[in-house]
T-cell receptor
């Protein structure tokens, strides 16, 4: 699985968009980009994933560069409840591929949403 | 409600006293796994299970055992706990091992004295 690099911390004003960057320059063609978050020692929570197209769901948007070497998670209107550690993870998603299903969590980005 | 449950949520025990942390999911998922989380080390996989009766070691399996006799349950067993197993433990499940979304339990904070 490719390695990811994220800034250790970021601040965002409540109500503004939070843009969390992630570098994954060694990503392979069959590897997806996933984002999870962990709110204060709770279990990690899936946010969104993508392969090469931009993706949007009810929680966030994921923008992946054309060369796929980096991506940005966007929380369009951050609230205080979005304060958490955000993890960018790169991994294949195949059934029966022999992969162990393991998610490799790095140190992530601690997002502090301020009033 | 689709969920992964763990019990107990908090446990303080003494060295050498066998304990079991239970994990159960109600989503008919094939894949389940255990992670531990320690400051500065992130989450590391302990054991995983592709399906009933199929388990395998993750990155840090020493000192732990697991079993998967039923699809919904995946208990973590510490036969002889030691202080270095003091940690925050998470159980996770997904439809299959490569599924994009894994569901995590609320965590079990274990202290071994």
């Amino acid at each position: 699985d490719a390695k990811t690099t994220q800034p250790p911390s970021m601040d965002c004003a409540e109500g503004r968009a939070a843009n969390l960057p992630c570098n994954h320059s060694t990503i392979s063609g069959n590897e997806y980009v996933y984002w999870y978050r962990q709110i204060h020692s709770q279990g990690p929570q899936y946010i969104i994933h993508g392969l090469k197209n931009n993706e949007t769901n009810e929680m966030a948007s994921l923008i992946i560069t054309e060369d796929r070497k980096s991506s940005t998670l966007i929380l369009p209107h951050a609230t205080l409840r979005d304060t958490a550690v955000y993890y960018c993870i790169v991994r294949v998603s195949l059934y029966g591929s022999g992969n162990t299903g393991k998610l490799i969590f790095g140190q992530g980005t601690t997002l502090q949403v301020k009033p | 409600e689709a969920q992964v449950t763990q019990n107990p949520r908090y446990l303080i025990t003494v060295t050498g006293k066998k304990l079991t942390v239970t994990c159960s999911q109600n989503m008919n998922h094939e894949y389940m796994s255990w992670y531990r989380q320690d400051p500065g080390l992130g989450l590391r996989q302990i054991y995983y299970s592709m399906n009933v009766e199929v388990t395998d070691k993750g990155d840090v399996p020493e000192g732990y055992k697991v079993s998967r006799k039923e699809k919904r349950n995946f208990p973590l067993i510490l036969e002889s706990p030691s202080p270095n197993q003091t940690s925050l433990y998470f159980c996770a499940s997904s439809l299959y091992q490569g599924a994009y979304e894994q569901y995590f339990g609320p965590g079990t904070r274990l202290t071994v004295t």
